[in-house]
């Protein structure tokens, strides 16, 4: 079993300087030939068996986060900029006064998404990856130590940004949503379809940029349709609010049913708002 430090802000500076000067202390095989390409990796054993053991990893947090503890977990993908954390920002402001909800952020280096989460109350631990283009379930884990889960009714995971190497690793989440933005380009979408069919859930975000962008919007929708056939679809401008409450509503309901969305086929298709 491998032990990597999350880069927790409440843990000692030298980890943050260490995290800056050399990334993670421990990467695994897979996460090391990981960074130069899916490729190597995947087609070796090795890489096969790491990522076999990812996937155990991330069964047993499931099964301790949410079925022990009974918190609701929602992972966020997507590219850097494609705006998840303000997504997350407004789903963590319309949530009731008396939900606790926690924050695990991961980005390459900073804190200023944390910071972002932070300024709302809520529990947050930032997870550093230095050269790593992904969380894994072991980043979680060690991310975990920070949170009082008998305390927490919600968490929210925002992986790091990027559109290619999130979708082999699963942390454990109830749902994964996907969230991709018309400034992206209209063709974002068919340029990713393996992520697509990773997640549970995507959102088109910035639909209000559009049409500055030049962005068909619709064709964005026709194209996750295309590439994962009854995923649940929003389109939302998060900046402003604008179709973020279809979206949490279906949360809700994710959270309402008690079971694990991924894997369960829905008939479901766009809620536009
Ligand atoms: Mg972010």
């Known amino acids: 079993m491998r032990h990597v430090h999350a880069h927790s802000t409440h843990r000692p500076p030298i ?4 995290a800056a ?5 421990e990467a695994s095989p897979v996460a090391r030939t ?16 790491v990522l076999a053991e990812f996937r155990a990893q991330a ?4 099964e301790r986060i949410v079925h022990e503890h009974g918190v609701f977990v929602a992972e ?15 789903l963590i402001e319309r949530a009731p006064a008396d939900e606790r909800i926690g924050v695990i952020v991961g980005d390459v280096a900073g804190d200023d998404d944390a910071s ?17 283009c992904h969380l894994d379930p072991g980043l979680i884990e060690d991310a975990l130590a920070d949170f009082d889960l008998h305390a927490l009714d919600t ?27 018309t400034t992206e380009g209209d063709d974002v979408v068919r340029k990713h379809p ?26 964005m929708a026709a194209d996750v349709a295309d590439v994962a056939p009854g995923m649940d679809l929003f389109r939302t401008s998060a900046r402003d609010g604008d179709g973020v409450e279809p979206l949490a509503s279906f949360l809700d309901g994710v959270r309402a049913g008690g079971h694990d969305h991924h894997g369960h086929p829905h008939g479901a298709d766009e809620h536009l708002g």
């Not at 980890?15 to 260490?18: A, E, V």
């Not at 990981?34 to 068996?49: L, N, V």
């Not at 393996?194 to 068909?216: E, I, P, R, W, Y």
């Open 59 to 62: 069964r047993d947090l499931h």
């Open 155 to 181: 968490l929210y995971v925002e992986n790091v940004g990027n559109m290619v190497c999130p979708a082999d690793f699963p942390l454990g989440a109830q749902l994964r949503v996907l969230v991709v933005s």
């Open 194 to 219: 393996l992520l697509f069919q990773a997640c549970d859930a995507a959102v088109v975000n910035k639909a209000d940029l559009a049409d500055a962008v030049g962005a068909d919007i619709d064709r």
């Open 116 to 132: 972002r989460y932070r300024d709302h109350g809520v529990a947050v631990t930032n997870v550093t990856t230095g050269k790593e």
């Open 76 to 90: 966020f993908l997507g590219a850097t900029g494609s705006g998840k954390t303000t997504l997350v920002e407004r």
């Open 21 to 25: 000067l050399f990334g993670r202390r």
């Open 15 to 18: 980890d943050h300087l260490f």
């Open 34 to 49: 990981h960074r130069f390409g899916h490729d190597d990796a995947a087609e070796t054993e090795t890489g096969d068996d």
